[in-house]
Structure formats: C-alpha cells, structure tokens
C-alpha cells in the first residue's frame, strides 16, 4: 500500500478515538486498540506521519506502546478543550505532554497546524492617526518574547504596509499613519513571531464583545491629498479601512465589450 492510501485508512481508523472511545466499556476497547494495533503495524512510515495531524500520530503512539491510561487522558483533554502546551525549538513547534515519555519529535511537530492567536480590543481615530490595540501570540506557546507587527493590505494591489506595536497592558498597540499608505481598500492583518516562527492572520473578527462596530469615518491627508476615510468591519468581521474614493475593478467582460463597442 502506498503512502497516500495507507494514510486515508489510519485516518479513518484512528478518528474514532474521541468521545466514541471514551463511551467503551473496558472490553470494547481492548479490541478497538488491538485491531488498531495491527493496522499500525511496526510503526508510521515518514511519509505517512507528515500526512495525519499531530493528534492522530500521538493516539498512534499511545496504541503502539501500550499507553492506555495515557490514550484516555489525551483524548479526554482534548474532548473537555483542555489543549496541551508546545515549545519553539530550532525554529519548530513541538506539542508538550508531560504525562508522555520518549515521543519521537516527528510526532510532537505541530509546526504546520500551529496559528496565531489574537484579539481586537479598540480602535478608535486620533487626529488623521489609527489607533489599535489587540492582542497575539503563537497558538500554545507560551513565550515571554513575543513580537506582533500590524499590516494594512491593499484589497485589489495586494501592496502591504507594515507597523510596528508597543506593549499595552497584556497586548499591543499600533498607531497607523496613513501619509505614505495612499488611497484604496486596506485590510488589517496581525503578524506574530516567536523564536524566528512567524504567523499572520487577518484581524478584528475575534474581538472585545463590547467593542462599537458601526464605521469610523475621518478626514486624513495622504499622498493623492486630503480624503476620506473609514475603518469599518468586512461582512466577514475583518477589520478594514477604506481611504478616498475606490474604483471598484471593471471585470474583464465588460472592458472587451468596451473594446468591441468603440
């Protein structure tokens, strides 16, 4: 069995450790781990372990080395939302399970699921200034160096304008100056790093409950002149802000029909 194939069926095996599991009695699941055992076989493959979640490779761990008690709980803290914590080592997230001994780090590696964390906790206008506090950090990692950075992105150009935060309380803020950003539709990211690892994702949706959502529109001078602007949340509750007046893109059907017509 290839690759691929082999890791579609411990897929499908190995995602009936959750709830399911924990509603065996002690006979159910002596068989369940026993046949899931066999599937296993002498172990992962490397290019089978890159293929399942980190999740699947410790249940598959767990079931290998006889682990029960230490199956039940993994599956228990995950189904309750209690998630374990991880580390950043050479430039690599690894999952932290202290009730778990000799785990191989290829089964630990969350690198590729771990995301960014974040919150937005106010923004308000000061003078032609963007006032933003939030907070970010590395999904599960813990880590007293934590660097955030705001980015604006041009919606239709994909031209991007980074600022730097300053600490706030237990977050961030960043002050946008728009005299160098110029005129379109601009879509707010958060950007994290810990120990060289960087994530970003776009910012506002998770926010203070409390936090007014109706559009802030201003007056600010940029490159093309003085203009309006607006910081208002996108349908998908991103926050953005629209500065002057945005020609929407002319799709291209209707500029050859343009060019046929002339």
Known sequence: MTAEPEASVLHDVLRVYDHRFLGLDGRQRSRLVQGTRHVLGDGLSDEVRAALPSAYR???????????????????????????????????????YPYLRGVPRKDADITGEVQAGHRLDGVLWQGERLRVRGWAALERVEAREVVTELILRERTAGTEHRFPTTPWESGFEAMIEFAGVGA??????????????????????????????????????????????????????HLAVKVGGVRRPVPLRTRILRRLTR
């Open 58 to 96: 410790m249940r598959a761990f767990c079931i290998q080395h006889g682990l029960d008690d230490e199956l039940e709980r993994l599956i228990r803290d995950e189904t309750e939302g209690r998630r374990s914590g991880a580390v950043v080592v050479g430039g690599r997230v690894y999952a932290i």
């Open 184 to 237: 379109g539709r601009w879509d707010a990211y958060v950007a994290v790093t810990v120990h060289g690892v960087r994530r970003r994702a776009r910012f506002g949706r998770v926010r203070d409950p409390l936090l007014p959502t109706e559009p802030m529109p201003r007056r600010i001078r940029v490159p093309e002149g003085t203009v309006g602007a607006t910081a208002y949340f996108t349908k998908g509750g």
